[in-house]
C-alpha cells in the first residue's frame, strides 16, 4: 500500500501499534478533524482520543484482538476540548513490519445531533403525553364530583325523599346542587379558555379597564372565603393607580384564578397580599403573596404548564384541576405579559404579573 496515497484519501485515517494504541501515521484529513498538525498526532494514544470509557475499552479490545470492526460510533475530543461523533472502521494490518490497526473515520457529528433532538423530542413528547393522560384522569374525577352531587340530590328532591317538596331538608339540597352547577360550569369554562388559547382561537375584547376596580370586585367574591378560611386578604395600591388596555373578562379570571389558588395553600391565620404598581420601566406590575405552603423551586415550571400538577397528595386534599395557575400564565402572556413564581417550601409564595408600558393609561395624564 502506498500510504502517501493516504494524504489525499477523503476519510480521515491513522494507523497505530496494536500493543498499546501509539499513533504511527496520521494523515492531513484526521489532522484537520482532530485540530493538530499530523506530525503531532504521532506519539499519541488514541484510547486518549475518546472521551468515554467504554469507547477506550471496546477500541483497546479490537485492537488486541486484532478483530475487524466496521461502523463503531465514537465520541472523539479535538485539541480545543470540543468534542465531535465520529464512525470508526478499524482492521489489522502489517505496518513497517509489525502488527498494527488501520483506522478510517467518518465525522457523524451532524447526524448525531439530529440523533439526539429526535430523541429528545421524543422524550418530551412522551412526558406531555403522559402529563396529559393523568390531568384527563384528574378532571375526569373533578367533573364527576359535582355531576354526582347534581344527580342524586336533584333524583332525591324528584322522588321526594324526606316526603313534600317543602320539607326544609329540599332548599339544602337546591343550594348543593347550585354550588356543584356553578364548580362544573367553573371547571368547563377553564378547559375551554385553554382550548381556545392552545389552538390560537382566543378573541381578547381589549378595552380601558380600571385595575383597582377589578381587583376590589375579585376581592369581594373570595371575601367569604377568605374569612371562612381565617386568612387575611389586603390589597395594597400605588399613588397614581393605573388603568389597562386589556380583556376585562381576562383580568378578572387571571386574578380569581391565582386568588383561588393561593387560598386552597395559605393556611389558617395567613395572609394573602396583592400589590399594584409600577417598575422602572413603567410597566405594569400586578403581584400576589401569601404565606402559604410554598412550591419547590424545581416544581415550578409543573405548576405553570397546562397539563402539569405537582405534589399528587396536595391536589388530593384540595378540590381542583390543576388549570388555575396555567390558565392564568397563558391568558397573561396573551396580552404580551409575564408572569413568574417565587417561592420556597413552607415561606410562602410570589406571583407577579408584568404588563408592558404599552398597555399602561395613567390617570389624568392620558395614555
Not at 317538596?165 to 385553554?194: H, T, V
Not at 383597582?212 to 370586585?217: K, L, M, N, Y
Not at 409600577?278 to 404548564?305: C, K, Y
Not at 397539563?307 to 392564568?328: K, V, W
Request: some cysteine; hydrophobic content about 45%; overall charge neutral.
Amino acid at each position: 500500500m502506498s500510504y502517501g496515497l493516504l494524504d489525499k484519501a477523503p476519510i480521515a485515517v491513522l494507523i497505530s501499534r496494536t500493543s498499546d494504541g501509539e499513533v504511527l501515521y496520521a494523515n492531513q484529513r484526521l489532522a484537520k478533524m482532530m485540530g493538530l498538525p499530523a506530525n503531532r498526532l504521532v506519539g499519541k494514544k488514541t484510547p486518549d482520543f475518546y472521551t468515554n470509557k467504554d469507547d477506550r475499552v471496546r477500541v483497546l479490545d479490537a485492537m488486541r484482538a486484532r478483530k475487524e470492526v466496521e461502523n463503531l460510533e465514537l465520541n472523539v475530543m479535538r485539541a480545543n476540548g470540543a468534542q465531535i461523533w465520529v464512525e470508526a472502521s478499524l482492521e489489522t494490518i502489517t505496518y513497517n513490519d509489525q502488527p498494527a490497526i488501520f483506522a478510517g473515520f467518518i465525522d457523524i457529528s451532524a447526524r448525531k445531533e439530529a440523533e439526539l433532538a429526535l430523541k429528545a423530542a421524543k422524550e418530551e413528547a412522551e412526558l406531555a403525553n403522559h402529563a396529559k393522560t393523568e390531568f384527563l384522569a384528574n378532571m375526569s374525577h373533578e367533573l364527576r364530583t359535582p355531576l354526582n352531587a347534581i344527580i342524586g340530590f336533584s333524583e332525591a328532591m324528584k322522588s321526594e325523599l324526606f316526603g313534600p317538596l317543602g320539607n326544609p331538608s329540599y332548599q339544602e339540597y337546591a343550594c348543593y346542587i347550585q354550588s356543584s352547577g356553578k364548580l362544573l360550569l367553573s371547571l368547563i369554562k377553564d378547559i375551554l379558555d385553554l382550548s381556545k388559547i392552545e389552538t390560537g382561537k382566543l378573541e381578547l375584547r381589549e378595552e380601558k379597564v380600571n385595575v383597582v376596580e377589578v381587583i376590589g370586585a375579585c376581592r369581594k367574591i373570595v371575601e367569604a372565603r377568605a374569612i371562612e378560611a381565617g386568612l387575611a386578604l389586603e390589597i395594597r395600591t400605588c399613588s397614581n393607580p393605573p388603568e389597562l388596555w386589556f380583556d376585562a373578562g381576562a383580568l378578572k379570571k387571571i386574578v380569581l384564578n391565582l386568588l383561588s389558588n393561593t387560598m386552597k395553600f395559605t393556611p389558617e391565620l395567613g395572609r394573602i397580599v396583592i400589590d399594584i404598581d409600577f417598575d422602572e420601566t413603567g410597566s405594569f406590575v400586578l403581584a400576589i403573596s401569601d404565606t402559604g405552603i410554598g412550591i419547590a423551586a424545581g416544581d415550578i415550571p409543573t405548576a405553570l404548564s397546562p397539563f402539569g400538577q405537582i405534589a399528587s397528595c396536595l391536589t388530593r386534599r384540595h378540590q381542583g384541576a390543576g388549570l388555575g395557575l396555567p390558565l392564568a400564565n397563558l391568558l397573561v402572556q396573551a396580552h404580551g405579559g409575564t408572569m413568574e413564581l417565587a417561592s420556597e417550601r413552607g415561606r410562602g409564595t410570589t406571583a407577579t404579573i408584568r404588563f408592558p408600558a404599552e398597555r399602561v393609561i395613567i390617570a389624568k395624564t392620558g395614555r
